[in-house]
């Protein structure tokens, strides 16, 4: 099913629906394609690998059992991600019930530290090599918390519109747009930090 | 610069704000240097990030992962055909129970009986013992003629019982 006989790989729309007709083999292949970009973003918005993989593959259980709800308005990948993203935002509600309401819940609608924060004039990945700027994003993403992180994700990585996340993240468009530019400012000064670190 | 404004400008660079409120915007950070420094560490920020989010690969192998999806998946399809059938044996449990501890109570009465060789009425021909259960649907009647070299056992639904005013002539009947 990886293939047809002219060693042309079947695209994502024939497997899909191929396994939206039972077939399983086809919904592996998929998976295989996949699993490490479902996988990736689960463990963007959890920072654990265990819990990451537990829910990429109830994402892909998901995903299988809601096949037939699937009608093509986006890629399938995109369509696999937004199941993820759900489960890992109920994931994150559930644990955040647990989480006693901290200083860094009351400061974040006002912004905290954020606010008192210089604006950064330089460009802080000014000649960084590709790689160490995305282990420098997400040393970064790895400091916010957990709500500015999922905004941040959400925004830049997933493209949503404020009323989406807002939608997702069961919160007001206010709160989204203080929780996004809080997000920017931290990401702006800690990637600052790691530039003045390398320089000292 | 407050708050409103910080976000507006956010808004405005993020493509949410209409276009009036656009060039309000516009018109606002042209002369306003604090806010274009915003501006420009904002638009700094979202640019380093788009494209550039770390790749995690799957501290898996693909058989392994795609095994535990196919368990689950296979598991949860069996689950609801499971449950499709629990009614016909949550019916049949219905029927079966009451008997089977209609059956435990003769039993246990018939070996009680003939080891003390006692009954609730005893008559010349015979020996006749309601016998109790947990039912609360329905009773039953034993009779006993070592004579006759016989037992008889009466299951009756308990709710007929009033309605079945003959009954009492049958145990008159019976026991004579």
Known sequence: MATQPDNVPVSDEKLVRAAQRGDMVAFEEL???HRDKIYARAFSMMRNEDEAVDLSQEAWVKGWQRLKQFQGESSFVTWMTRIVINLCLDQLRKQK??????IEMME???????????????NPTERLERAELRQRIDKALAQLSVEHRTVLILHEFEEL??????KRMQCSIGTVMSRLFYARRKMANLMAGYKREELS | MNQDQELKIQAFLDGE??????????HWLASDAQAQALVTELRT???YLKGNEAAVPLPETREFYWNKIQREIEHQEAAPANAARLPFWIAWRRYFAPLASVAAVTMLV????????????DGPNGHLAEIENLSEHSSSLSFRSQKENMFV?????????????????????IVQ
């Open chain 1, 31 to 33: 998976v295989g394609r």
């Open chain 1, 97 to 102: 019930r647990h989480r006693s309401e901290s």
């Open chain 1, 108 to 122: 974040e609608e006002s912004g905290g530290v954020e606010r008192q924060m210089p604006v950064i004039t330089v």
């Open chain 1, 161 to 166: 519109e404020y009323k989406e996340i807002a």
């Open chain 2, 17 to 26: 704000l209409s276009e009036r409120e656009a060039r309000d915007v516009q």
């Open chain 2, 45 to 47: 920020t979202t640019s």
């Open chain 2, 110 to 121: 018939l070996f009680s009986m003939k080891m003390n060789d006692i009954g609730l009425t």
């Open chain 2, 153 to 173: 056992v009466w299951v009756y639904n308990k709710d007929q019982k009033n309605d079945e005013t003959d009954l009492d002539s049958m145990d008159d009947t």
